[in-house]
C-alpha cells in the first residue's frame, strides 16, 4: 500500500499509477447477498442451475458488485494521511467490459487523474481497472470521483 504524507504529496501523484490491490474471489454468497440487499434477483445471478445452460455458463456477480467493491479494493492500494474523512462523491464515467463469473479473482489498479480544490476539501478523480485474473477484457473500468477532506 502506497501512503501519501498529505494531500500536497497526493497531488504530486497526479497522472501516475498507484498501484493495485490483492486478489478478492467473488463467491456466490456474495452475489446472493448483494441480490437481497438489491432486489436483483436476475437468474444469471442467483439461479446456479439456469445459469449452467445460460450464456456465462455459471451465475455473474452483477455489475454493481462489481462496482461497489471499488472503496474497499482502493484501501488496499493508497492511503492518505491528515485527512479527516474521505467521502464517495460518485463516478463520471463507468463500464462493465466482461461478466465476472462466480469463482473468479478480482483486483483494482488506481490512475489518479486530477486532485482539484472544491467546496469542502479537495475533489480526486481517478480511473479504476477492476480485473479478472487470466481474463484480457477487464471486468469495470470507472472514473470514480471522491471528495478528500483535511
Same mark, same amino acid.
Given at each position: +500500500? ?7 504529496? @497526493? ?10 490491490? /490483492?486478489?478478492?474471489? !467473488?463467491?456466490?454468497?456474495? !452475489? ?11 437468474? %444469471? ?9 445460460? &450464456? ?15 472503496? +474497499? @479494493?482502493?484501501?488496499? %492500494? ?6 479527516? +474523512? ?6 463520471? $464515467? ?6 465476472? &463469473?462466480? /469463482? ?5 489498479? %488506481?490512475?489518479? !487523474?486530477? @486532485? ?15 480485473? !479478472?485474473? /487470466?481474463?484480457? $477484457? ?11 477532506? &483535511?
Amino acid at each position: +500500500m502506497k501512503t501519501f504524507d498529505g494531500l500536497g504529496e @497526493l497531488e504530486k501523484a497526479v497522472g501516475t499509477h498507484l498501484g493495485y490491490s /490483492g486478489w478478492h474471489t !467473488i463467491t456466490q454468497e456474495q !452475489i446472493d447477498r448483494f441480490a437481497e440487499a438489491t432486489g436483483d434477483r436476475q437468474w %444469471i445471478h442467483v439461479d446456479p442451475v439456469r445459469a449452467a445452460t445460460g &450464456p456465462f455458463g455459471t451465475t455473474v456477480a452483477h455489475g454493481f458488485l462489481t462496482l461497489s467493491l471499488l472503496p +474497499m @479494493l482502493a484501501g488496499e %492500494i493508497y492511503t492518505v494521511e491528515g485527512l479527516s +474523512m474521505g467521502i464517495n462523491y460518485g463516478a463520471n $464515467k463507468v463500464r462493465f467490459p466482461s461478466p465476472v &463469473p462466480v /469463482g473468479s479473482r478480482l483486483r483494482a489498479g %488506481i490512475e489518479l !487523474i486530477a @486532485l482539484t480544490p472544491a467546496t469542502m476539501g479537495y475533489q480526486a478523480v481517478s480511473k479504476v481497472t477492476v480485473e !479478472i485474473e /487470466g481474463v484480457s $477484457k477487464p471486468a469495470c473500468v470507472a472514473e470514480s470521483v471522491a471528495v478528500l477532506v &483535511p
